[in-house]
């Protein structure tokens, strides 16, 4: 998807409240996998994680960190993780359900053409 549109839609991926905490609620597969962060404390902190996922996952879309007050998960309901597109008029477009299990990239990729087409 991001390689589709990159050229017509600016992506952001944001690095909320870590989901799984090492000083929460952990995984074991996380564990598994070599991922043991703790709930960051700090601004600093956060942005410390965030680049850790993001090399660790090679993720390719840039990156946006919230602060530790969580005002952008708290605004946009985004834990553990959501779609949105943000329409040209600033209103959001689409809001997609709550993941892991109403993550659907489909829905986002329906609403990013609908978008393209009204203009």
């Known amino acids: 998807m991001y390689e589709k549109y990159r050229d017509r ?10 989901a799984h905490p090492e000083d929460g609620w952990v995984l074991i597969h996380n564990r598994d996998e070599g991922v043991a962060l703790a709930d960051a404390t700090t601004d600093a902190e956060r942005a410390a994680a965030a680049s850790t996922c993001v090399v660790g996952a090679a993720v390719q879309i840039p990156v946006l960190v919230d602060h530790v007050d969580n005002a952008v998960a708290s605004a ?20 997609g359900g709550p993941g892991p299990f109403e993550f659907v990239p489909e829905l986002l990729v329906a609403a990013i053409d609908a978008e393209l087409e009204s203009i």
């Open 9 to 18: 839609v600016a992506f952001f991926v944001v690095y909320i409240k870590e």
């Open 76 to 95: 946009y309901g985004g834990w553990p993780d959501r779609l949105y597109l943000i329409g040209r008029d600033g209103r959001v477009a689409f809001q």
